[in-house]
């Protein structure tokens, strides 16, 4: 099969998770991140670093792909980080550039750079990682819910704009999946179990289930699917809230 995915924040998570179901199902991967994910076989599946922040690392990151495999199907924008600080925090301004930095003007880079490589290649897919964040708020996650909420409206501006070009692009928003980004919640027992109970099926998601619905997403059996945002999270964000959960 001549096909041919990037992967950014591949080191770990949801992304390596993405970057080894797409290299077992036979696609070649780059897989992307501040350092390169050292878990590669540096032939079918090579490493790149780069900080997904900046224009610079996007493009070579393409251009790397296209010279070592000829082509560009699918892009998987997955690169983010957690959390914001306290409004009155004097960091507060500087964390929450950083978070849209990297969650949602890391998105928009990405696109730019892969998407014309994708119609060149005869069309394909690019798929972003939203959050449950992005459809709703949460307590103290100002500049995580802004940046995530972000790429939910990018993907269908650049849906519309790339269509034409048979570049679909779509987004999964993941529930609470454990993960690194999560593991400081592991670590709080009465935490996890609140978050859990807040879940309808009554558990935390695996990175494997988010590469699944990437994998879905960016597949032929997704041919007439646009610039949707593709909840991929036990049926949180199904709740109105107002009550207690079964279980
Ligand atoms: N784990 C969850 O519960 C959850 C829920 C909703 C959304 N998400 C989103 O899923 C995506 C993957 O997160 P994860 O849970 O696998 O966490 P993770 O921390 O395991 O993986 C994120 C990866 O992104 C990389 N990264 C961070 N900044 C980068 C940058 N500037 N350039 C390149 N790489 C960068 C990190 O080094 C890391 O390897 C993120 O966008 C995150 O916001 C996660």
Redesign the pocket.
């Known amino acids: 099969m001549d096909h041919v995915t990037i992967v950014?924040?591949?080191?770990?998570?949801?992304?390596?998770?993405a970057a080894e179901l797409f290299a077992e199902r036979g696609s070649k991967v780059v897989a992307?991140?501040?350092?390169a994910?050292d878990w590669v076989d540096g032939e079918t599946v090579i490493g790149f670093a780069?900080?997904?922040?900046?224009e610079e690392?996007n493009r070579d990151m393409v251009s790397m792909t296209t010279e070592k495999f000829g082509r560009l199907d699918v892009c998987i924008l997955?690169?983010?980080?957690?959390g914001s600080r306290p409004w009155n925090d004097p960091g507060a301004v500087d964390y929450f550039d950083r978070v849209v930095?990297?969650?949602l003007r890391?998105v928009a880079l990405g696109i730019r750079s892969a998407a014309p490589a994708i119609a060149a290649s005869g069309g394909g897919a690019v798929v972003?990682?939203?959050?449950?964040?992005?459809l709703g708020g949460d307590p103290n996650n100002w500049a995580?819910n802004a940046?995530?909420a972000g790429v939910i409206n990018l993907v269908r501006g650049a849906a519309i704009d790339f269509g034409v070009q048979g570049v679909r692009v779509n987004a999964?928003?993941?529930?609470?999946?454990?993960?690194?980004?999560?593991?400081g919640?592991t670590e709080h027992p009465e935490l996890h179990d609140a978050m859990r109970r807040r879940i309808v099926l009554q558990r935390?998601?695996q990175?494997e289930e988010?590469a699944e619905a990437m994998w879905f997403l960016a597949s032929p059996a997704a041919s007439f699917i646009t610039g949707v945002t593709l909840p991929v999270?036990g049926g949180l964000s199904i709740s109105a809230g107002h009550f207690d959960l079964p279980g």
């Open positions: 950014t924040g591949a080191a770990s998570g949801i992304g390596r998770a992307v991140d501040l350092v994910p780069g900080d997904m922040a900046e690392s997955n690169a983010g980080v957690a930095a990297v969650n890391g972003a990682t939203a959050s449950t964040s992005g995580y940046s995530k999964v928003a993941p529930g609470p999946v454990e993960t690194g980004m999560t593991a919640l935390w998601g990175p988010l999270d």
